[in-house]
């Protein structure tokens, strides 16, 4: 399995932005799906963004436009880039990973992930 550690989170005013990092134990390139999980209080985990190592991206709709998440492999780090948030942003963030490619596999869903970073707390006030 590949260690994730998230940074990155904090407090944010309404409209600000943050940047989360999720640096990854082993070289990025050959991690096959990267993503980002949040859960707010009360609720269950959704997901937020994914990239494989090819460069598809898929993001949940209500990110779209204002989150980029992107992928260093040479420094073997995933970032996501959160503007213009909101609120309902405020959550803990999940840097999420799988190391191999499968036949058929659905990005959004927990289960397509092996490994999961600790978390990071971001805060949207209002």
């Known amino acids: 399995q590949v260690e994730l550690v998230e940074t990155g989170g904090g407090v944010v005013q309404t409209g600000g932005s943050l940047r989360l990092s999720c640096a990854a134990s082993r070289r990025a390139f050959s991690i096959f799906l990267m993503g980002w999980f949040r859960q707010a209080p009360g609720k269950e985990r959704e997901f937020v963004a994914a990239?494989?190592?090819?460069?598809?991206?898929q993001y949940t709709a209500s990110v779209e436009g204002r989150f980029t998440i992107s992928r260093d492999n040479a420094n073997n780090t995933l970032y996501l880039q959160m503007d213009s948030l909101k609120p309902e942003d405020t959550a803990v963030y999940y840097c999420a990973a799988r190391q191999y490619s499968v036949e058929s596999i659905t990005f959004s869903v927990s289960d397509a992930y092996e490994s999961w970073g600790q978390g990071t707390q971001v805060t949207v006030s209002s």
């Open positions: 990239k494989t190592w090819r460069g598809t991206t």
